[in-house]
């Protein structure tokens, strides 16, 4: 199975505030990676796919990239919204895994 | 707009099985790939398999293989999920969501509003 080591696990953060969230590939998955949201309670919902792929209806202050195995999900002006818990997800291979999620908290 | 729907709650003693459906509206059922995805309580997320009706049989993690099925009905657009010999461990969110693309499992772009399974004597 593909492993996806996500950091931080967890962040503080105000609004206003720029955050950056990396998930990591154990190996070679192209572009095939997706970001979500996940508010308590709630089910994810899809911000970005094909690493850097803006769904649609979701605002630009979200963006992806990708750096060979390395990718990046970025936040580039916090909100009041988005508080809430983020995870990486590969579809290269079967099993679809997913990164241990970041929660990002107030600060 | 192509939404999922989902049985209720459940609570199992050890040792038991689940069946968890899927009803899915909006779209043409047998174009996509449908998943189901869990989170244990304070946990993260992790795939238990999927399907693509038009393709026949399902897919599954290794870790639940055999101890997992999943099948889709056409005449209803309703896919279920069956887990057997259930542990407290399985105590779960369970959500099924669906493929963006045509029959491929990609990104999770229409999801269920989840089932709680319980696992518990």
């Known amino acids: 199975d593909i492993q996806m080591t996500q950091s931080p696990s967890s962040l503080y953060a105000s609004v206003g505030d720029r955050v950056t969230i990396t998930c990591q590939a154990s190996?070679?998955?192209?572009?095939?990676l997706n970001w979500y949201q996940q508010k308590q309670g709630k089910a994810p919902k899809l911000l970005i796919y094909?690493?850097?792929s803006l769904e649609t209806g979701v605002p630009s202050r979200f963006s992806g990239r990708r750096s060979g195995t390395d990718f990046t999900f970025t936040i580039s002006s916090l909100q009041p919204e988005d508080f809430a818990t983020y995870y990486c997800?590969?579809?290269?291979?079967?099993?679809?895994?997913f990164g241990r999620g970041t929660k990002v908290e107030v600060k | 707009q192509a939404q999922l729907v989902q049985s209720g709650a459940e609570v199992k003693k050890p040792g038991s099985s689940v069946k968890v459906s899927c009803k899915a509206s909006?779209?043409?059922?047998?174009?996509?790939?449908f998943s189901w995805v869990r989170q244990a309580p304070g946990q993260g997320l992790e795939w238990l398999g999927g399907?693509?009706?038009?393709?026949?049989?399902?897919n599954y993690a290794q870790k639940f293989q055999g101890r997992v099925t999943i099948t889709a009905d056409e005449s209803t657009t309703t896919v279920y999920m069956e887990l057997r010999s259930l542990t407290s461990e399985d105590t779960a969110v369970y959500f099924c969501?669906?493929?963006?693309?045509?029959?491929?499992?990609?990104?999770?772009?229409?999801w269920g509003q989840g089932t709680m399974v319980i696992v518990s004597s």
């Open positions: 909006g779209g043409t059922f047998t174009n996509y790939a």
């Open positions: 969501a669906r493929g963006a693309d045509s029959a491929s499992f990609d990104a999770l772009d229409i």
């Open positions: 997800q590969q579809y290269d291979n079967i099993p679809l895994t």
């Open positions: 190996q070679d998955i192209t572009n095939h």
């Open positions: 094909d690493a850097s």
């Open positions: 399907i693509i009706p038009s393709f026949g049989p399902g």
